[in-house]
């Protein structure tokens, strides 16, 4: 459960799609002009590609440009939404499906301030702890690296409960690059897990949106991802309109449900950019509160 499952994952590595999400986050900065969205170099590092990496297809700064800036937005908010929690006294973040997220890594003062839960699979944390060991930054105290097998039907509640989290306490849940390949009803299962945390959580979670929802000029890229996501054997399961999300996280019991168009974040974060890097159409968030 990382930025889609694509590839699925060697044992012991993280998905290839994790991987390349940390790639593109890189290659904002050493391709894109400033001023940079997203800074993010650490991930490269963990991920120790080939030294052709920037040579791969998928790496074309030209033809993957509105994925790339995609990827970079939807990282911004979520950065940008923790910081303002912990601000607010939040003192606990959660992680689904973390790949090779490098928050603690690159922000320590914020980090310093919160519990940090990151949530994947059993082979992919084994694999980041034994890499942040090589790369010399350890695992802090305040760094919980959470294994659960969902395969296995493991609850990732109860495994957040063992390894320390504080269900009293408020939280920020975060789930990106997800949704798509869960059932529809393994995602409301997700989100009445997240509507029973304590009050005051915000629970953000990426969507897809179906095609003719998106801007005619991305619908091929969304066809292309579709394709490349079957032919692979993880095929997208669910897209949702916004109107369809919010139901869903009013159904789950979420006390307020806000829908943010990732056009918004192309707005906020790209509007005086003259380079013409901007995110694709097609990804939205759904921002809710306990």
Request: glycine share 10%; net charge negative; no cysteine.
């Amino acid at each position: 459960m990382t930025d889609g499952t694509t590839d699925g994952p060697r044992a012991g590595a993280p998905d290839s799609t994790a991987v390349r999400t940390a790639l593109w986050r890189a290659l904002h900065v050493l391709a894109d002009p400033p001023p940079h969205v997203f800074e993010d170099e650490i991930g490269l590092r963990l991920a120790d590609p080939d030294a052709d990496w920037r040579d791969r297809p998928d790496m074309d700064p030209r033809a993957t440009g509105g994925f790339r800036a995609s990827v970079v937005a939807r990282a911004r908010f979520v950065e940008d939404l923790v910081e303002e929690q912990a601000g607010r006294g939040v003192t606990q973040y959660v992680v689904l499906g973390a790949g090779l997220d490098t928050f603690v890594q690159r922000r320590p003062e914020i980090a310093a301030r919160l519990r940090v839960f990151e949530i994947d699979r059993p082979g992919t944390q084994g694999w980041k702890r034994r890499r942040l060991a090589e790369l010399g930054y350890g695992v802090p105290d305040g760094l919980h690296l959470v294994p659960v097998d969902f395969e296995a039907g493991e609850s990732w509640p109860d495994r957040l409960a063992a390894a320390g989290f504080d269900p009293g306490r408020p939280a920020v849940v975060v789930s990106t690059g997800v949704s798509m390949y869960l059932t529809r009803d393994a995602t409301a299962a997700t989100l009445r897990r997240a509507a029973a945390l304590a009050p005051g959580s915000t629970f953000a979670m990426t969507f897809l949106l179906p095609a003719d929802r998106v801007a005619r000029a991305d619908r091929p890229g969304l066809r292309a991802g579709e394709e490349g996501a079957r032919a692979s054997g993880t095929p997208f399961v669910s897209l949702y309109t916004p109107e369809e999300m919010r139901a869903l996280a009013r159904e789950a019991g979420f006390r307020e449900v806000r829908h943010v168009p990732g056009a918004s974040l192309a707005a906020r974060y790209f509007a005086d950019r003259t380079d013409g890097l901007r995110p694709s159409t097609g990804e939205d968030f759904v921002l809710a509160t306990t």
